[in-house]
């Protein structure tokens, strides 16, 4: 448990560096496409994660967004797998609702998750079969729900995306209703608390889903890609994360939808 704990204060520890070096100037700049944003704040705080755990730990490997361990492409030994900044257009446009997210991985199986809501100041973390905690309260394990009951979340994107989109609209038509917050990291915490029931994407990177993975199955929950496959935990995935029997719902209307089956395997093979 030596790691878990060292990894609660340091994600403590770049959340204190997150609040105090927003109240700075920062530079923006548009990565791939004019809509996806990433600042210096991101990058110097992947730098602060990647900086702290290595003097601790220098045999560990870290893999993160902004660049950190791009090479890695095995999971042997102890490997974290950071989001300095989840929900960075909530970071510039709200300067709320962004998390930090820190999966740990010993060769290849879950170990801890930790997820920080920067601006909330609430730690969300999980062993590996030692449950799942919001800061030092249990939580417990989250309720059943069907589809027609629930609040689910997605990203609209995914709604109006021609190719893939019949299941997505399927499965909002069956829902009681949709939310979307805007970090994915944040959204498998939602699961967790028990706030919302699924939360559905087409595309996240491993930095995206590999805390959040291993709170959610602490209190029962489920994640697989939205075909029901087990996760590729170094590649981008589709994502489900739900409870086991909205789950069992929803990737049935992904199942059956032969073009979105394609569109995924081609995708996400790219
Ligand atoms: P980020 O803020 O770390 O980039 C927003 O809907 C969620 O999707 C966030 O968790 C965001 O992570 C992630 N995201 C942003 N751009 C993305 C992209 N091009 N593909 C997949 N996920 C993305
Ligand atoms: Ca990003
Ligand atoms: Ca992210
Ligand atoms: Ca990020």
Do not use: C
Not at 23 to 42: G, M
Not at 70 to 98: A, C, K, S, Y
Not at 126 to 146: R, T
């Amino acid at each position: 448990m030596e790691i878990y704990k060292f990894a609660q204060e340091t994600i403590l520890e770049a959340g204190r560096f997150i609040r105090r070096r927003m109240t700075e100037e920062f530079n923006i700049n548009s990565k791939k496409n004019p809509n996806d944003l990433v600042t210096d704040v991101d990058k110097e705080t992947e730098s602060f994660l990647n900086d702290t755990i290595q003097k601790r730990y220098p045999e560990h490997r870290i893999v993160g967004e902004e660049g950190h361990g791009r090479d890695i492409t095995d999971t042997e030994g102890v490997l974290w797998i950071v989001d300095p900044i989840d929900g960075t257009l909530n970071f510039v446009h709200q300067m709320e609702n962004f998390a930090i997210s820190v999966g740990i991985y010993i060769d290849g199986n879950p170990y801890a998750g930790l997820i920080l809501d920067v601006m909330k100041g609430d730690l969300y973390h999980a062993a590996f079969e030692h449950g799942a905690y919001k800061n030092d309260q249990l939580l417990p394990d989250i309720e059943e729900s069907h589809l027609a009951s629930s609040l689910i979340s997605t990203n609209t994107n995914w709604v109006i995306r021609d190719g893939i989109n019949v299941p997505f609209i399927q499965v909002v038509r069956d829902a009681r209703s949709t939310r979307s917050l805007g970090s994915a990291a944040l959204e498998f915490v939602n699961v967790a608390r028990g706030t919302s029931s699924a939360a559905l994407f087409f595309r996240l990177h491993p930095w995206d889903f590999a805390g959040g993975a291993i709170i959610l199955k602490e209190v029962g929950g489920l994640t697989t890609t939205l075909l029901g496959d087990e996760l590729r935990l170094l590649d981008t995935n589709s994502i489900i994360a739900a409870n086991r029997t909205i789950h069992g719902e929803i990737i049935e209307h992904f199942r059956k939808d032969e073009p979105f089956i394609k569109n995924h395997k081609a995708f996400h093979r790219l």
